[in-house]
């Protein structure tokens, strides 16, 4: 049984930063594809930032030059430095691990944690 758990997330101003963190459970991180999206209310959940088992990231255009993800394998855990906080980036942040190849293939999800910026 694989568990995410994030943490990190709270109540900041705009222009504020926060960095979030999820580790991971189990013996998937090094294989993991390894996403955070996020979701407000009366809203689909949307990928933020993902980067693959290589380390290859992608972000939505929405948080290019502000956010940062990374990760530690070493520490099973993923990051998402958040810089330059608007209130639109206000929602609930998931993580997410994955994969899909051929005889692998996962998907895990944590619980979520807040986010919220306002002043």
């Known amino acids: 049984q694989v568990r995410l758990v994030e943490s990190g997330g709270g109540l900041v101003q705009p222009g504020g930063s926060l960095r979030l963190s999820c580790t991971a459970s189990?013996?998937?991180?090094?294989?993991?594809?390894m996403g955070w999206y996020r979701q407000a209310p009366g809203k689909q959940r949307d990928l933020v930032a993902g980067?693959?088992?290589?380390?290859?990231?992608n972000y939505a255009e929405s948080v290019k030059g502000r956010f940062t993800i990374s990760r530690d394998n070493a520490k099973n855990t993923v990051y998402l430095q958040m810089n330059s906080l608007k209130p639109e980036d206000t929602a609930v942040y998931y993580c997410?691990?994955?994969?899909?190849?051929?005889?692998?293939?996962?998907?895990?999800w944590g619980q979520g944690t807040q986010v919220t910026v306002s002043s």
């Open positions: 997410n691990a994955a994969k899909s190849l051929p005889g692998v293939k996962f998907g895990y």
């Open positions: 189990g013996s998937i991180f090094r294989i993991a594809d």
């Open positions: 980067i693959t088992s290589r380390g290859i990231t």
